[in-house]
Every structure is written in structure tokens, then in C-alpha cells.
């Protein structure tokens, strides 16, 4: 059964360090999504790309958080410096099309923390 | 802008047992409805999606209705396992990418 693969499952980074994320959406699917999960929380987006282009990213923190999807496939989410509220679950998500129109399945994510 | 409230926050119930989880959103201009199972620590696993133009779905013990003009979603657990156990979040999608709830922790006492 094909997967959205997420790497690694745990981090622990220093603050003030850079830290990355990798994933890899299931195959064909254009969509491709970065959610956070604060503890005790629901999801929230972060960035959304349709092929190698970024849809959605006004809730990317743009002075330290970026993120790519060079040629349309598997998409890095870095983060630097890190922050001690950056300690959270990073999500990623693939679906068919965008616009929220097709199922989404997500990655078993990346746990953070910052120390 | 899309909000999704559900309650409980947290719910025990007795091996055995039916269960309903709710869920309400404000837009009823979704295009889907999800909804997702997470283990501690683990990712989201999708149970069941309701497109817009229905109006419930069903997978084994699990059945999820939606009613778009009352901005309300359910899940029905029958004979509830502790497998059930974990938390169950919601979900709407329409022209903006899935929003969730704060999710409802469910255990389910052997």
C-alpha cells in the first residue's frame, strides 16, 4: 500500500541550530502539504505546494522556516535557527489535486525538540 | 475562515460500549469531510472521508454522517475495542487545505 514517507521520526536539536525534514508524498499525488502539531493540538498548515510551486504559505514563518519541492516530487522543510517553541510534531500530507477536493494521507511525521 | 470545534475533548467508556464523537464546523462550504485516527506519537491515519454530495459513510464498525446545513459531523463507534483507543480528529476541506479540530482522546476500558 503506498505511504507518505516522513524522515527522520525524532530530532533533538540545540537552539539556534538548523534543522531539516524530509518527505516523500505518495507517488503521482500533485498535492503536497506541511502541517505542525503543537501537543494536545490539531494540525495547522504551514505550506502547501501544487507540483514544484508553493500554494498556501501565510502561515510559514518565513524568517526562520522554508520549504521546497524542487522538481515536483519528495519536498525538504527546514527550520533556522531553531526555537524552543518550535518543539512539535511536523506532519506531511499528499493528496491527488489540491483545493482540498481529494483525500489527503499523512506521513507518520517528524518529532522535534528543541533543547 | 474555516473553524472545526470538537466535543468531547475526552470521552472513557467500557469495552462494549457505542460511541458517538462530534464534530461542527462553521463554512458549510466544504468540499470533504475526514476523518482521522492518531496513536501517541504517531501520524494521522484517514478512517473515513464524506464528499460534499453525501451524506454518510460507513467502514466496519465505524460510520461518519454529514450534515453540511448544520455545520455538524459524527462518528459512530460500535462495540467499542480497547483498540479504539486513541484520539480521533476531524476534519473540512473546501477551498482552503483540511482544517482540523483540537481532536477528541478516546479511551476504551477493557
Known amino acids: 500500500e503506498a505511504e507518505v514517507a516522513q524522515s527522520p521520526r525524532y530530532k533533538i536539536t540545540e537552539k539556534s541550530q538548523a534543522v531539516a525534514f524530509w518527505c516523500d508524498p505518495i507517488?503521482?499525488?500533485?498535492?503536497l502539504y506541511w502541517y505542525r502539531q503543537i501537543l494536545g493540538q490539531g494540525p495547522e498548515l504551514l505550506v502547501q505546494?501544487?507540483?514544484?510551486?508553493?500554494?498556501?504559505d501565510s502561515q510559514l514563518p518565513k524568517d526562520r522556516f522554508s520549504a521546497e519541492r524542487l522538481k515536483g516530487v519528495d519536498s525538504t522543510l527546514k527550520i533556522q535557527p531553531a526555537e524552543l517553541g518550535d518543539s512539535a510534531m511536523y506532519l506531511c500530507?499528499?493528496?491527488?489535486f489540491g483545493t482540498g477536493r481529494t483525500e489527503a494521507f499523512f506521513g507518520q511525521g517528524t518529532r522535534l525538540t528543541v533543547v | 475562515k474555516q473553524e472545526v470545534t470538537q466535543i468531547p475533548a475526552a470521552l472513557s467508556v467500557p469495552e462494549g460500549e457505542n460511541l458517538v464523537l462530534n464534530c461542527s464546523f462553521t463554512?458549510?462550504?466544504?468540499?470533504?469531510l475526514q476523518w482521522f485516527r492518531q496513536d501517541p506519537g504517531k501520524g494521522l491515519t484517514s478512517l473515513l472521508l464524506?464528499?460534499?454530495?453525501?451524506r454518510e459513510q460507513t467502514s466496519g464498525r465505524l460510520n461518519a454522517s454529514l450534515d453540511k446545513s448544520s455545520g455538524r459531523s459524527t462518528l459512530y463507534i460500535a462495540a467499542s475495542q480497547p483498540g479504539d483507543s486513541a484520539t480521533y480528529l476531524c476534519?473540512?476541506?473546501?477551498?482552503?487545505?483540511?482544517?482540523f479540530g483540537k481532536g477528541t482522546r478516546l479511551s476504551v476500558i477493557a
Open positions: 500530507a499528499s493528496s491527488l
Open positions: 507517488s503521482g499525488h500533485a498535492t
Open positions: 505546494f501544487q507540483d514544484e510551486s508553493v500554494v498556501d
Open positions: 463554512d458549510s462550504a466544504i468540499y470533504n
Open positions: 464524506i464528499q460534499s454530495s453525501q
Open positions: 476534519a473540512g476541506s473546501g477551498n482552503t487545505p483540511l482544517v
